[in-house]
Every structure is written in structure tokens, then in C-alpha cells.
């Protein structure tokens, strides 16, 4: 009887709003592909010459300072060595020796799994890393416009005061895999308001610019600008860094995708709902 | 919990076949018909955006002599294995010459001496290959805009084609390449016959090379034989204006 009389526990309110715009949903997935894209023919371009140098030219007289490439073991087979600032690692089977698309061992840079075409052609991985380039920049300018337009940027991306106060604890939340819930949750927290703004005004941009930097014509803009960023052979290398940092940003957002509610976030970025759930009242 | 672990590898594996049957696909686009012309429209606008935005005669990027390369990589066609060029090169090119026609007023053919009196030009440059490599070197020739007031060109002239001497497959087919008239008439486009103080080494092209700061070194035609001036290349090699450009590489070179 007592049981029968105490008040059930109020149920958790779910509800979905729609947490991300058609636009910026559209905008996302084009960006997806581009970025991969532009990522898998870069390799392939990388692959016509896989060393990257410091310096005004490739040849000045310093060894490269990552090189890629294969040799043969002292017993005569052929290994993948990986050499950065001098030191070699063994890398084959993915790094300067791996199995090409029709089974054999070859020598490349990269391997053919990673790269856009698969095999060795120089001309084709031009087409699509200059075809998506384009998709690239519009997209980007495209989200930029609308950003500002819509206000996008000012409501959800630039930090507010309050957040700049919580940066500590949301360092720790982070750390601990821990994800605000309820309305918290309708609201990008701060370290990755400043992650996403970092990387598109930052990071984003100087890999643009470092490729446009690969261009000779694009140096005679203004004859040695190249040089502000240690010489054409370092904006190379750069443009190949910056690369590698949108991937390290994209194996993290898709981890803190992965952890955070795999189906609630893709449903919120396919068909803009998201899932809210509130926390009990007392 | 072994629900959850089969249920892991089962996504894990689907997506792994679903990004080789991605990669796959692109190696499909990359032979279709349609694609490498669309794609092309990115070079394309490339050329555009960048001779829109550059001035026409600006000039490269020079450097100094504590840049230079220590020794300026040869690519391609070391030496050219054809029986009339090594003929050429026994006697250190003093039968060689250059054979200047087409679309002109005045055709000619110049030696090397003849070239050498001419006005000359010395650049320190950068060559940058298309692979991705670089190398700086010290450059000494004539304008190919000097040869061109010698020749007189016709209004018709909008290309400049170089033949090459360098058989590059067992068809004999030889080397050429092709530059518009902005570029043939820049500054620092010359017929160079020095490289860093020394006679051109055959590795680097002797007796001639053009050099073309502003493009692709494989714009940078070596072992010159022939300059002629066309209206059109789309009757010369395979129809895009040059060797590379046969096998797939843009025309424009600028990026």
C-alpha cells in the first residue's frame, strides 16, 4: 500500500530541436568531401617527390627534413625506411614500400589505400586536388558569408564572457569524457568554440595560403613573400603540416562525435534534430 | 557484452569495404570519359584567377648566389639519344642552329656564337618542378623578346612552340612545348646557353634551354632546336602544346 502511494519518479523530458541549419548541414558534408579529396590526392601529389625540405629550394646543401622512401634490408630485401630530421624508422608495408593495387610490392610514398587515384599518376591527382580546391574555397566562402549573415558566428561560435570563465573546468569535463546534458548541451562549450574558430580563420586559411605559396606564379604577386615563411621548399612542408593538422582536428572531432552520442549528433547534422534530455527536476 | 564487440566489427568491417568501394570509385572516375574534363575546369579557373590578379610582367622571385643550388638537379632526358645531336655535341654545337619560323616576317637561323652576341640576360631563379622539388640557379641568355623583334612576328602569332632534339619513347616522338605571347615577351623568358658562370651542361639542355620563371619547370624546354610561331598547336605532337601536356599535365603551368 505504501509502495502505491509514493509519487512515481517524474520521467526525463526528451525532447529534439533543431540544432543545426539546412545550410550549415549542407555546407558540413561538402566540406567533408573536399577536405577528403583534397587530403588523398595531396598524398598522391606528395608521392611524385615524397621529401619535404626547410629552405628557399630542395636542394641548397641541408638534407631533407622527412623523407620516404625504399632500400634494401643488408639482406637483400627491400624495406620501407621513413626518415625525419635524420632519424629512420621501418616502415613497410605503409610508408616507401607497400603492396600496390595489383598486389605487388612497390615503391611509394604513401600507400595506394590512401591516395586519390591509386596508383602512380602525378597528372590526374593535379585534376582532382585543383577540381576540389574550388569546392573547397566556394564552400568555405560560401559558410563565411552565411556565418557572418546569419549570425551564426556571433551566436554560437564566438565564446561569450561566462565561457571564457569556464575554459578550466571545461578543460577537465573534456578530459574526463564527460558531456554537459540537458540545456547545457544546446550550446557548444567553450574549448571547442575555440577549437572550430581556430580552425577556420587559422588553420584552414593558412593551408590555402601556404598552397597558393606553391604557385610560381602566385610568387610574382609580390616577389619573395614566400620567403616570410622560410622559403618556397618550407611553405611545401608547411602546406603539408597544416594538412596533417585538419586531420589530427578531424580524428578528434570524430571521436568527441563517437563518445558523445554517435546517432543524436549524426541525426543533428543530417536532419538538423537533436536530442535533448533534461535532467530530472527534484 | 559479445553482442556489442560483433556488433563493433561488424560496423567497423562495413566501413572499411564501404571506403575501398569509395576508392574504387574514384580510380573508375579518374579513367571515365567525362571526368578530366570536368576536373579540368579547377586548372582552368586557376589560369584565369591567376593572370587576372598578377600583372602581366611581373617578375619572379631573384635570388643570390648564396642560394644557389650546388648542383642543379638534371630531370628528364639526360642526354639525348639521337644520332644527329651527339653529332652536334662531338664538335661543342658549332654546327648547331636554331631555326626560328613559322608566323614571322623574317624567318632565321641563328648560331650559337651569333646568339651570344646578342643582348643578354643573367637571373638567379628558381626552377620548380612540377614533382614538387626545387632548385635555384644562376641563369645567362638571350631574351626570347630580342629573337622576336630579329623574326618580326605576324599578328596572327599567338603561340611560341620549342622543338626539342630529345626523343622521349621508341616512336621518336620528340620533346616540345608551347608558351603564349605574354610569356614568350616576358623579361625574364630567355634562350638561356649558361648555367651558374659555366657553358649549359648537356645534362641541363645544352646548347639552349628556355627558361619561363613563372610556370612549371617542365614549360622549360631543353636541347632547343626549332622555335616557330603558330597561330594554333593542335596540328603539332598530340595537340596540347606540348610533351607532358600530351600525357595528361595542363598547359598552363602556373600553379
Known amino acids: 500500500m505504501a509502495i502505491a502511494n509514493d509519487p512515481a519518479p517524474p520521467e526525463p523530458r526528451r525532447y529534439r530541436y533543431v540544432r543545426h541549419s539546412a545550410a550549415v548541414r549542407i555546407m558540413h558534408w561538402v566540406n567533408v568531401v573536399a577536405l577528403a579529396v583534397l587530403l588523398m590526392s595531396g598524398l598522391q601529389i606528395f608521392n611524385a617527390h615524397p621529401a619535404l625540405y626547410w629552405g628557399k629550394s630542395s636542394y641548397s646543401g641541408r638534407p631533407p627534413v622527412l623523407e620516404i622512401r625504399a632500400q634494401r634490408a643488408a639482406d637483400g630485401r627491400p624495406v620501407g625506411i621513413t626518415e625525419v630530421f635524420g632519424h629512420s624508422f621501418r616502415t613497410t608495408g605503409v610508408l616507401g614500400l607497400s603492396t600496390d593495387p595489383e598486389g605487388g610490392l612497390a615503391e611509394r610514398g604513401f600507400p595506394a589505400w590512401l591516395t586519390v587515384p591509386s596508383n602512380q599518376w602525378l597528372a590526374m591527382a593535379r585534376r582532382w586536388h585543383f577540381f576540389f580546391e574550388w569546392i573547397f574555397i566556394l564552400n568555405g566562402s560560401a559558410y563565411l558569408i552565411y556565418s557572418f549573415w546569419s549570425r551564426h558566428l556571433l551566436n554560437d561560435l564566438v565564446p561569450t564572457r561566462r565561457d571564457w570563465r569556464s575554459v578550466g573546468r571545461s578543460l577537465w569535463d573534456h578530459l574526463l569524457l564527460r558531456h554537459p546534458v540537458g540545456e547545457q548541451a544546446k550550446h557548444y562549450n567553450v574549448l571547442q568554440k575555440i577549437t572550430y574558430l581556430s580552425v577556420i580563420f587559422g588553420l584552414l586559411p593558412f593551408m590555402v595560403l601556404m598552397g597558393l605559396g606553391l604557385s610560381p606564379r602566385w610568387d610574382t604577386l609580390w616577389p619573395g613573400w614566400v620567403d616570410v615563411f622560410g622559403g618556397r621548399q618550407s611553405v611545401r612542408t608547411l602546406h603539408f603540416v597544416a594538412a596533417m593538422l585538419v586531420v589530427l582536428f578531424v580524428a578528434v572531432h570524430v571521436f568527441e562525435v563517437l563518445i558523445s552520442g554517435v546517432w543524436n549528433n549524426l541525426r543533428s547534422m543530417l536532419t538538423g534534430r537533436y536530442e535533448i534530455t533534461d535532467a530530472p527536476k527534484p | ?255
Open chain 2, 1 to 255: 557484452m559479445p553482442q556489442s564487440r560483433s556488433r563493433r566489427r561488424f560496423l567497423l568491417r562495413s566501413l572499411l569495404t564501404a571506403s575501398a568501394a569509395i576508392l574504387a570509385g574514384c580510380d573508375r572516375i579518374s579513367r571515365s570519359s567525362w571526368a578530366p574534363g570536368l576536373f579540368r575546369t579547377g586548372e582552368r579557373a586557376n589560369r584565369a584567377v591567376q593572370k587576372a590578379l598578377t600583372p602581366r610582367n611581373a617578375l619572379a622571385q631573384e635570388f643570390s648566389e648564396s642560394d644557389l643550388s650546388p648542383e642543379f638537379r638534371s630531370n628528364g632526358t639526360a642526354s639525348p639519344d639521337d644520332p644527329e645531336y651527339q653529332r652536334l655535341a662531338a664538335t661543342g654545337f658549332a654546327d648547331w642552329k636554331l631555326r626560328v619560323d613559322g608566323l614571322v616576317e623574317a624567318p632565321t637561323q641563328l648560331s650559337l656564337s651569333q646568339l651570344r652576341s646578342m643582348k643578354s640576360r643573367t637571373q638567379i631563379t628558381r626552377h620548380d618542378c612540377v614533382e614538387g622539388w626545387s632548385a635555384i640557379g644562376k641563369w645567362t641568355g638571350v631574351p626570347l623578346s630580342e629573337v622576336l623583334l630579329l623574326v618580326r612576328p605576324q599578328p596572327t602569332a599567338r603561340y611560341v612552340v620549342f622543338h626539342c632534339a630529345d626523343p622521349m619513347d621508341e616512336d621518336g616522338t620528340r620533346y616540345y612545348e608551347s608558351v603564349d605571347m605574354d610569356d614568350a615577351r616576358h623579361p625574364q623568358t630567355i634562350l638561356a646557353y649558361e648555367l651558374n658562370g659555366q657553358t649549359l651542361p648537356i645534362a641541363n639542355g645544352a646548347p639552349l634551354r628556355v627558361r619561363i620563371e613563372r610556370q612549371l619547370g617542365y614549360k622549360m624546354a631543353k636541347y632547343l632546336m626549332r622555335i616557330e610561331l603558330v597561330a594554333e598547336f593542335k596540328h603539332i605532337g598530340g595537340g596540347n602544346g606540348g610533351y607532358w601536356e600530351d600525357q595528361g599535365y595542363e598547359w598552363y603551368a602556373g600553379t
